[in-house]
T-cell receptor, first 115, second 111 residues
Framework: DAGVIQSPRHEVTEMGQEVTLRCKPISGHNSLFWYRQTMMRGLELLIYFNNNVPIDDSGMPEDRFSAKMPNASFSTLKIQPSEPRDSAVYFC?????????????FGPGTRLTVL | SQQGEEDPQALSIQEGENATMNCSYKTSINNLQWYRQNSGRGLVHLILIRSNEREKHSGRLRVTLDTSKKSSSLLITASRAADTASYFCATDSGNTGKLIFGQGTTLQVKP
């Protein structure tokens, strides 16, 4: 398996533009997580899905952020409109929830810069 | 809110020395995990210790868990320059699969 795949790896955009980040989890995994990492705030959980259903989106900072998981192999995180303070590295992670272990596998991240 | 708090925030040692990082948490847990993050990369799972375990080993890694003190430690023995990275603890407190990550310890191993 190729692991968790994220695209794009880098995104530079101007304030006010729409940004869409994409994630393909590991095949067979049933939970998917979106995180944001900055120097100031560390690693923050934005939202997570179990079996494609959003379970907890309390970490989504504002209504400008939205996430979808239309099927088990694809998820998107959208920011509209983007702002400079959204600049961060966004990680997607997936896991196979089980009674014993929920080790998470992280993608390489998308480095977002909003000018 | 962050469940895990790591200390120290930064650690610098010489190659060959041991590195110890600590993690404290607030609520009861099912398991505690340690992850490593190299600069510019995603986090990589290192080791998981369940709430009924006290110590676990994996290669040069040794993890301890004290549920009475709500704390864990990660020991890296005979460190190498390639161990330079940030290390995060993460706690699993429920059945959702959700993990709560700490702020991390940045380890620098000087050759």
């Amino acid at each position: 398996d190729a692991g968790v795949i994220q695209s794009p790896r880098h995104e530079v955009t101007e304030m006010g533009q729409e940004v869409t980040l994409r994630c393909k989890p590991i095949s067979g995994h049933n939970s998917l997580f979106w995180y944001r990492q900055t120097m100031m705030r560390g690693l923050e959980l934005l939202i997570y899905f179990n079996n494609n259903v959003p379970i907890d989106d309390s970490g989504m900072p504002e209504d400008r952020f939205s996430a979808k998981m239309p099927n088990a192999s694809f998820s998107t995180l959208k920011i509209q409109p983007s702002e400079p303070r959204d600049s961060a590295v966004y990680f997607c992670a997936s896991t196979l929830r089980s009674g014993w272990s929920n080790e998470q596998f992280f993608g390489p991240g998308t480095r977002l810069t909003v000018l | 809110s962050q469940q895990g708090e790591e200390d120290p925030q930064a650690l610098s040692i010489q190659e060959g020395e041991n590195a110890t990082m600590n993690c404290s948490y607030k609520t009861s847990i099912n398991n505690l995990q340690w992850y490593r993050q190299n600069s510019g990369r995603g986090l990589v799972h290192l080791i998981l210790i369940r709430s009924n375990e006290r110590e676990k080993h994996s290669g040069r890694l040794r993890v301890t868990l004290d549920t009475s003190k709500k704390s864990s430690s990660l020991l890296i023995t005979a460190s190498r320059a390639a161990d330079t990275a940030s290390y995060f603890c993460a706690t699993d407190s429920g059945n959702t699969g959700k993990l709560i990550f700490g702020q991390g310890t940045t380890l620098q191993v000087k050759p």
